[in-house]
C-alpha cells in the first residue's frame, strides 16, 4: 500500500473518530479499516500454539508454572493486539460481534501431542461483552475468560478492556489470575496504527507466586515501543525478592533470567520459525451453523478479499439492521435474549478472584460486565447444529 493511501485512510479515520461522542466500541467504522475477523476470534492467540498452554500442566515446581503462565500470556500478546497487523504493518479494527455470535475452533501440536479447543460467545451487545473457554482436556488445563471492551478517542484511541482470564490446572488444584491490560493506539501521525500498552499489572497463583508486569513505551525523548520488565515472586516475601525477571519487547522478543543464579535461561524471538503457531482447525463455512461467525460475515469476508468495499458495507449493514430488528421484536414480546453456552453468576460467588485479586488493585466490576461469565458445560456437551432451530442472526 502506497503512502498517499495509508494517509487517506488514516485521515478518513481521524475525521471520522473526531464525530464520535462517548464509547466507540459498538461504532461501525470504514469498511476499509476492518479486520477480515471478528471480536469473538480474539482469543485464537491464547489457543494456537497448544505446546505453550499445555506446558504449566507438565511443570512440577510451582514458581516454573507461574513463568510458563507468564510466557503463556506474553506470547499471545502480539497476535491478540496487532490485529490483521505487524509492528511495521498498521493494525485494523476487529468487526463488531452480533448478539449470539459463536466461534468454536482447535489447533493441534502432533509433535506436543497436545491439542487446545476454543469456544466464544457474544454474551451481550450492549456493552459489548465476549465471553471465552479454551481447554485442552489431555493435559487437564483449562482458560475462561470474559470482556466488556471500552473506546474512546482523544487523538488517541484508548482501548479499556473490563474483565480477566482464569487458569486452572487439574493435577495441582491450581488457580492464576490473569489480568486484560489496557491499550492506546498510537502512530496517527507517523501513518501506522500500533497498539501499546502502559501501567503496572499482576498475575496471581493460588500457590503464593505473583507476576508483576511494568509495560512501557515510545517516549518524546526515549524509549521503545511495547517495551516491558517482569519480575516473579512470592507474597510471602515481604521484600519482594525477584525470582525470574523478564525484559524485552513484547512484539520481538525478550529474555528470561533466573535471579537466584544470574543465569539467562531463554531468548525468546517473537518471529522464530520455531515459535510459530500451528495451523488452525475449523469446520468449512458451509458446514457451519449461521450463527457461526466465519459463516455469518461471509459476505462481508468475501467483499475484504476480493477488496470490494461496496459490498462489505452493504452485507455488515444487512446484519447489522437485522440485530436492530430483532432487539426491537424482543422488546415488543417482552423477551430477554439468553446466551447459548455461557452463564453469569453473581461477583460475589467468584471466591477464587477475590482471594487472587488482594493486594494488586485490580477490581471484579461485575456491574459493569452483567456478571461473572463461564461456560456451561452440559451445555456445551450436549450443543448440537441448528443452535437456535430455524433462527438465524437475520431476524425472527
Known amino acids: 500500500m502506497d503512502s498517499k493511501s495509508v494517509s487517506s485512510r488514516l485521515r478518513d479515520l481521524v475525521k471520522f473518530l473526531g464525530t464520535v461522542q462517548g464509547d466507540l466500541s459498538n461504532v461501525t467504522g470504514p469498511p476499509s479499516l476492518l479486520a477480515p475477523s471478528s471480536v ?3 482469543g485464537h492467540c491464547w489457543a494456537q500454539r497448544p505446546s505453550v498452554f499445555a506446558a504449566p500442566s507438565k511443570e512440577s515446581n510451582p514458581e516454573k508454572r507461574s513463568l510458563l503462565i ?7 500478546l502480539r497476535s491478540q493486539l496487532y490485529v490483521a497487523g505487524a509492528p511495521k504493518v498498521s493494525i485494523k479494527k476487529p468487526l463488531n460481534a452480533f448478539l449470539g455470535e459463536l466461534f468454536f475452533a482447535s489447533w493441534t501440536d502432533e509433535s506436543a501431542k497436545a491439542t487446545t479447543k476454543l469456544v466464544a460467545e457474544q454474551v451481550s451487545h450492549h456493552p459489548p461483552i465476549t465471553a471465552m473457554h479454551i ?3 489431555d493435559h487437564g488445563i483449562r482458560a475462561d475468560g470474559y470482556a466488556r471492551v471500552e473506546m474512546t478517542f482523544n487523538g488517541t484511541v484508548n482501548i479499556r478492556q473490563v474483565g480477566h ?4 490446572i487439574d493435577a495441582f488444584d491450581e488457580d492464576h489470575l490473569v489480568p486484560l491490560p489496557d491499550v492506546k493506539v498510537r502512530g496517527f501521525l507517523g501513518g501506522c496504527l500500533y497498539p501499546e500498552i502502559l501501567g503496572t499489572y499482576h498475575i496471581t497463583s493460588s500457590t503464593g507466586y505473583v507476576t508483576e508486569l511494568k509495560f512501557s513505551g515510545e517516549g518524546m525523548i526515549r524509549g521503545k515501543k511495547n517495551t516491558f520488565e517482569a519480575k516473579i515472586y512470592s507474597k510471602n516475601d515481604e521484600r519482594k525478592e525477584s525470582i525470574y525477571e ?6 520481538d522478543g525478550w529474555t528470561v533470567k533466573d535471579c537466584r543464579t544470574g543465569e539467562t535461561i531463554e531468548k525468546y524471538i517473537v518471529d522464530a520459525p520455531e ?15 449461521p450463527w457461526e461467525s466465519r459463516r455469518a460475515w461471509q459476505g462481508v469476508l468475501s467483499g475484504m478479499e476480493y477488496g470490494d468495499m461496496r459490498q462489505v458495507l452493504a452485507e455488515k449493514t444487512r446484519i447489522e439492521n437485522a440485530q436492530r430488528q430483532m432487539r426491537l421484536v424482543e422488546k415488543q414480546r417482552g423477551e430477554t435474549w439468553k446466551p447459548l453456552l455461557f452463564k453469569s453468576v453473581d461477583g460475589e460467588e467468584h471466591e477464587v478472584f477475590h482471594e487472587l485479586s488482594e493486594g494488586t488493585g485490580m477490581t471484579l466490576d461485575a456491574e459493569r460486565t452483567k456478571g461473572v ?16 432451530g430455524d433462527l438465524t442472526p437475520f431476524g425472527y
Open 165 to 168: 482470564a482464569m487458569v486452572h
Open 246 to 251: 523478564v525484559k524485552g519487547i513484547w512484539s
Open 135 to 137: 481447554v485442552d482436556e
Open 275 to 289: 515459535n510459530r503457531p500451528v495451523p488452525i482447525t475449523i469446520d468449512r463455512v458451509d458446514e457451519q451453523d
Open 70 to 76: 507468564l510466557r503463556w500470556f506474553l506470547i499471545a
Open 373 to 388: 461469565w463461564r461456560i456451561c458445560s452440559e451445555e456445551l456437551n450436549g450443543a448440537q447444529r441448528p443452535f437456535r
Open 40 to 42: 469473538v476470534e480474539v
